[in-house]
């Protein structure tokens, strides 16, 4: 049998066990399940100290081809992709891998005709429809250099990112939808454009029909220019090493990271771990609510899914609209059988009735999955419990821009479950735990910073145009070592429970605290739907803990101090009083980026009574949260 897909807790032994003492041998047996044009001749070459990484040398291949052609003569009718619209009214669409090839390869044509090639970098900023899956792929097909830029970023973010990678096109729409909301892209473009003199062609999707401006001898409507091109195109062939695509990341300083990735290696690893942490079987219908904007989308709507064949859904809404239901409908609509979302989306869902949840059929579902944040115990028991009614394993995902790919997580069905916990790396990963000295740390039931020991296909291979930033950034803090940013705990069965940033732990009277388990405990109390914890200055134990909670709707009338005291006697019993919080203000929202996670360094100034400066916040979700937080702070 392959050893591509894992299917017992003895086989994830044995592929881990073979992947750790003979990476050649295993990484040589997984890429044989791709199409190459060219046979690599060297599996992988690497020096953790230079930074410097390439995999399956030699060789020569394409991913479209992987995610589309090599299933044509099978799948040609099948579905690839179904696109849910904002608007649960508008039509939804199915289309199958034979269709998605052929308008592939005319928006290939068309990039073709207006002058990108191979190694050329294009902005893609749209919305997620169609289109948006179809640009990524069309850049793949002829070499290009996709760099996805979220379609919830300002023009000044737009800008630096095109500027950053000189982007030679940008393709975007007149606008999007997202809720009842509608949101001028193409203006947003224009504006992010007087900045961006590498900019030669804006190809424009029609999406909401909306007036826009259109700049004469640079912008195109796409299907004006599509009518003009033919439905073939064959693949480029790649270098393993060529790049695939850039996607931004925002450091905890400086200017966002532009984290490169290579063809070979993300492929094979990409395709290797979707059909192993989603168990993925050939009539399953697999959705991931993340945007493409995101490397979540990247790796698991679109290359994850079509590298194996299977069923994707591509879904432009939000979860509140136009009601909370509305990611139980679409489950029952198309039959979801794995459904991976984030944290933050399953504990503001949480917070709504369950009724919600309850009108809803979901029993085609087989595994459910989160990713991007630690997923806190309260959270994790709901999505169990309501939507994977006490049957559906939990896949904790943890992963990161810079990885490409999932690192830790379970195997569902074959790893045994604990809340909670990313539980075990996936076969390839070799996690290790430092300590403050630098020191590796041996034994089990510790805490450390998280970093990898051994380079895996899918590792960032660089950040574009700054080597040496990423040389520092993840192989300096622990030589020899690819350190992730990250804390984590290590049970006594080895098992994995990411605890957040470094960078997020507050020293309390000489004690280390995390903030998530606080949160955890406090996100315990019934009232509570979220919280988040800061540190601020204090004379006697160095420093405090300070704690923004917002609080469930409908609660109704309640005693501010007597639910104070009872969230810190929540802390108290779960953590300790050392834990307790000095201060607790109750807030109607915290402030989140786009992708959902707490925007700290805001929650900290507050804190500290620093009302001078927040710094950059036009890529918060709810920018205006921080006046009311501001105006009530303790
Ligand atoms: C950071 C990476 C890669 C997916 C989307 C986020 C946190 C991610 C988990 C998880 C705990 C997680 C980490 C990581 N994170 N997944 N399952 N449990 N924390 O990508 O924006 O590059 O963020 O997200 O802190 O370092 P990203």
Not at 130 to 152: Q, T
Not at 383 to 401: A, L, M, R
Not at 476 to 498: K, Q
Not at 555 to 575: M, P, T
Request: hydrophobic letters at 35%.
């Amino acid at each position: 049998m392959s050893i591509f897909t894992i299917n017992s807790f003895d086989q994830y032994k044995e592929s881990y066990t073979c992947s750790v003492e003979n990476p050649t041998l295993f990484w040589d047996q997984i890429a044989q399940h791709y199409t190459w044009f060219k046979p690599y001749t060297e599996v992988s070459r690497f020096s953790m100290e230079d930074a410097d990484f390439s995999w399956f040398n030699g060789g020569e291949t394409n991913i479209t081809f992987n995610c589309l052609d090599r299933h044509l003569p099978e799948l040609s009718d099948k579905t690839a992709i179904v696109f849910e619209p904002n608007d649960p009214s508008e039509p939804h669409q199915e289309i199958t891998y034979g269709e998605l090839a052929k308008r592939v390869a005319e928006l290939a044509n068309v990039l073709l005709k207006k002058g990108v090639g191979k190694g050329d970098r294009v902005c893609i900023y749209l919305p997620m429809i169609p289109e948006l899956a179809i640009s990524l792929l069309a850049c793949a097909r002829i070499g290009a250099i996709h760099s996805v830029v979220f379609a919830g970023f300002s023009a000044g973010a737009l800008a630096s990112r095109i500027d950053d990678c000189s982007c030679k096109m940008v393709i975007t729409s007149d606008g999007g939808y997202r809720g009842n909301k509608t949101i001028d892209l193409k203006a947003i473009v224009d504006e992010a454009l007087v900045q961006c003199p590498t900019v030669e062609t804006v190809l424009v999707v029609e999406r909401t029909k909306e007036q826009i401006n259109m700049t004469e001898g640079r912008d195109f409507w796409l299907k004006n220019e599509l009518s003009t091109v033919l439905s073939e195109c064959p693949a480029e062939s790649m270098q393993s090493e060529d790049p695939l695509f850039i996607l931004y990341t925002s450091g905890s300083t400086g200017k966002p990271k532009g984290m490169m990735h290579s063809t070979g290696g993300y492929m094979v690893y990409v395709g290797y771990t979707f059909q192993n942490v989603f168990q993925y079987q050939p009539s399953d219908v697999f959705w991931c609510t993340a945007d493409i904007g995101w490397i979540t989308g990247h790796s698991y709507i679109l290359y994850g899914p079509l590298l194996n064949g299977a069923t994707t859904v591509l879904f432009e809404g939000i979860p509140s609209y136009p009601d909370f239901g509305r990611f139980w409908s679409v489950i029952e609509k198309y039959k979801v059988t794995q459904f991976y979302t984030a944290p933050t989306a399953i504990r503001s869902l949480a917070k709504e009735p369950l009724s919600w949840v309850e009108k809803h059929n979901l029993s085609s579902l087989k595994i459910i999955g989160s990713v991007g944040e630690p997923i806190n115990d309260e959270a994790w028991q709901w999505y169990f419990e309501n939507i994977g009614k006490s049957t559906c394993p939990i896949v904790d995902t943890w992963w990161q821009t810079e990885t490409g790919g999932i690192l830790i997580s379970p195997i569902p069905g074959i790893t045994k479950l604990k809340p909670t916990y990313a539980t075990l790396p996936l076969p390839g990963i070799q996690p290790i735990l430092m300590n403050a000295e630098k020191e590796l740390i041996d034994k089990n039931e510790t805490d450390g910073s998280l970093c990898i020991k051994f380079p895996w296909p899918s590792i960032a291979r660089t950040i574009w145009g700054d080597h040496q930033r990423y040389k520092d950034t993840y192989f300096t803090a622990f030589p020899g070592y690819y350190f992730t940013g990250d804390g984590a705990w290590r049970d006594e069965d080895g098992y994995y429970r990411i605890t957040g940033r470094v960078d997020d732990v507050i020293i309390v009277s000489g004690h280390n605290l995390g903030t998530a388990p606080i949160e955890d405990a406090i996100n315990e109390h019934q009232f509570v739907a979220e919280s988040a914890i800061v540190g601020f200055p204090h004379d006697i134990k160095g420093n405090a803990l300070y704690g923004f909670v917002t609080l469930k709707d409908g609660i109704g009338d309640f005693d501010e101090n007597q639910l104070k005291k009872e969230i810190n006697q929540y802390v108290s019993d779960q953590i300790g009083p050392i834990a307790k919080l000095d201060k607790i203000q109750f807030t109607s929202g915290l402030p989140k980026t786009r992708s959902g996670k707490i925007m700290r360094r805001i929650l900290r100034k507050i804190a500290e009574g620093d009302f001078s400066s927040f710094g950059d916040i036009s890529t918060l979700l709810n920018p205006e949260i921080v006046d009311e937080i501001k105006n009530q702070a303790l």
